[in-house]
């Protein structure tokens, strides 16, 4: 497509339930990003993946958030027994570039999943 | 204590002013100086970007980096309604990849 798209576009979960966000990166972008964003805050970032490959996890908040992109496409980000501070908005963005580029690696986003936990 | 402080605003100014957006950031390796804007239930959008010091304009909007004083601007000129979003600065290091470090984002409104 023309642009990211991400699904769902709101998830409203129970504390403790398992969340999947899906996100299609444009065709062809090397790299994928996940970053989550809270209330009146800036992005905040999870996860990098060039390709299939995972590259930097540093940002994921604990061992209960996992992400995916196995065919160096769509990757999915999982969060295992939610609680309530996961409440925010998971934001995937692409580039073009991977891991050779030293330009400004511009970021695409999608419009981002917003998750509530109850 | 954050890399990168940006004042969380809100910002109110009438149509037509010019408006000044700032941030500042404490690791000196950052190289690409970035704004975005988001919209209310969007993602962020790329305004402009720069390359270490210096101004950059493009339309009503101009980016200034002084890095010596580790301070972005983003100035816009003849503010419209329409440019009423959130405005985030960003910045990342030179060389291969490196994640963008996001500001807190600053919420501007522009009255008619």
């Known amino acids: 497509g023309a642009g990211v798209s991400q699904s769902p576009r709101y998830k409203v979960a129970k504390r403790g339930q398992d969340v999947a966000l899906r996100c299609d990166p444009i065709?062809?972008?090397?790299?994928l990003f996940w970053y989550q964003q809270a209330l009146g805050q800036g992005p905040e970032f999870l996860t990098y993946?060039?390709?299939?490959?995972?590259?930097?996890k540093s940002g994921l908040p604990s061992d209960r958030f996992f992400a995916e992109r196995p065919e160096g496409s769509v990757s999915t980000l999982k969060i295992q027994r939610t609680q309530q501070e996961d409440s925010a908005v998971y934001l995937c963005?692409?580039?073009?570039?991977?891991?050779?580029?030293?330009?400004?690696?511009?970021?695409?986003f999608g419009a981002g999943s917003r998750l509530t936990v109850l | 204590q954050k890399e990168v402080e940006q004042d969380p605003g809100p910002l109110s100014v009438p149509e037509g002013a010019i408006v000044s957006l700032n941030c500042t950031y404490s690791?000196?390796?950052?190289?690409?100086f970035m704004w975005y804007r988001q919209y209310s239930r969007k993602g962020p959008e790329l305004l402009m970007y720069?390359?270490?010091?210096g101004n950059k304009e493009d339309g009503r909007f101009t980016a200034q980096v002084d890095k010596s004083s580790k301070y972005i601007s983003l100035f816009i000129r003849d503010s419209q309604p329409s440019d009423s979003a959130t405005y985030l600065c960003?910045?990342?290091?030179?060389?291969?990849?490196?994640?963008?470090?996001f500001g807190t984002g600053t919420k501007l409104q522009v009255i008619p």
């Open positions: 690791n000196s390796a950052f190289q690409y």
């Open positions: 963005a692409s580039s073009l570039a991977g891991l050779d580029f030293s330009g400004a690696n511009v970021l695409t």
């Open positions: 960003a910045m990342r290091r030179a060389g291969g990849y490196q994640k963008v470090t």
């Open positions: 993946f060039q390709n299939e490959a995972q590259l930097d």
């Open positions: 065709s062809g972008h090397v790299s």
């Open positions: 720069t390359y270490s010091s």
